[in-house]
């Protein structure tokens, strides 16, 4: 069982590059999230998705897209990156109660 | 939208004295108030959670208590040791179906001196 997983751990793209965060989860969560975490700014959440085939918006949307095409995954994409993104990026699934957390992937943008 | 704020933001304390970190929240509706461990270069993790129909729940030397009417709630840290050093947060959220969302606290950095 290897909970929430994430790829890649490290990344530098690049001003107006593209990529793809893939996360990955085995425990049958319906509720997948995109986090991504600034000094002094705690967790803030992008995307969030309730369920296979579903997204949804969350507090800092903008300049970034996702997909949950199967339960176990969420991909967040950067279409053209900005220095702004540069940041670490959490996922987190769920299924009742508590958020289970990945390492997390640290991109940056220059 | 929920708002919940965090303090303090830094919190040193001797080894073996206790930590407190306090969180206000705005949306009464919330009812469930994790909190999170947060290691350097890892993920957060859950160390304890309480919901809105208990006023206090303890697990070995963390408690956490719940003030529904003022809208706040703390993280108790007993007999603190070293590896209790790290950056915690706390979160709110309704927990209901239609609104899973998690809102978090800015975080506390805890820094226990041997």
């Known amino acids: 069982n290897a909970g929430v997983t994430q790829t890649p751990k490290f990344r530098v793209l690049k001003t107006g590059q593209s990529m793809t965060l893939l996360c990955a989860q085995d425990?049958?969560?319906?509720?997948m999230y995109w986090y991504r975490q600034d000094p002094g700014m705690g967790l803030r959440l992008i995307h969030y998705?309730?369920?296979?085939?579903?997204?949804a918006k969350g507090e800092v949307p903008d300049g970034y897209n996702v997909s949950r095409l199967k339960k176990q995954n969420f991909l967040l994409g950067l279409e053209s990156a900005a220095p702004s993104q540069t940041s670490v990026y959490f996922c987190?699934?769920?299924?009742?109660?508590?958020?289970?957390f990945g390492p997390g992937t640290r991109l940056t943008v220059l | 939208g929920e708002n919940v704020e965090q303090h303090p933001s830094t919190l040193s304390v001797q080894e073996g004295d206790s930590a407190v970190i306090k969180c206000t929240y705005s949306?009464?509706?919330?009812?469930?108030f994790p909190w999170y461990k947060q290691e350097l270069g890892k993920g957060p993790q859950l160390i304890i959670d309480?919901?809105?129909?208990?006023g206090e729940k303890k697990d070995q030397r963390i408690a956490v208590t719940l003030n529904k009417t003022a809208k706040h709630f703390s993280l108790h840290i007993t007999e603190t040791q070293p590896e209790d050093s790290a950056v915690y947060f706390c979160?709110?959220?309704?927990?209901?179906?239609?609104?899973?969302?998690?809102?978090f606290g800015t975080g506390t950095r805890l820094t226990i001196i041997p």
């Open positions: 987190a699934s769920r299924s009742s109660g508590s958020e289970v």
């Open positions: 425990m049958n969560h319906e509720y």
């Open positions: 998705s309730v369920g296979e085939g579903t997204t």
């Open positions: 949306d009464s509706a919330s009812n469930y």
């Open positions: 309480i919901r809105s129909n208990v």
């Open positions: 979160a709110a959220s309704m927990n209901d179906f239609g609104n899973e969302k998690l809102t």
